[in-house]
């Protein structure tokens, strides 16, 4: 009876190591939000606001000031608009 309540308990440990074992590979592949979390190099967040589920940022860039709309549910860029310097 000892041996079985052993074995039991072993068969729970290694089922749980198993389904993290999966769910961590699951969202390793998953991939990343698109230019979400990815600014340009030598870029400076001047402002942000949030309005209606979307992210509102305004960028310095060194080619110029960049407002970026980003959608926060799914984490990526609704819209991107450079203006000119």
Do not use: C, Y
């Not at 400076?44 to 110029?64: D, F, M, N, W």
């Amino acid at each position: 009876m000892t041996l079985l309540l052993a074995l039991a308990l072993i068969a729970v440990v290694w089922g749980f190591i198993r389904q993290g074992r999966i769910l961590l590979d699951h969202r390793a592949g998953r991939e990343q939000p698109a230019n979400a979390s990815t600014l340009p190099p030598g870029a400076k967040i001047l402002s942000s606001s949030t309005e209606a589920g979307r992210l509102v940022l305004r960028l310095q860039t060194p080619q110029g000031e960049e407002v970026r709309i980003i959608d926060l549910a799914s984490g990526k860029t609704v819209q991107s608009i450079k203006t000119q310097p």
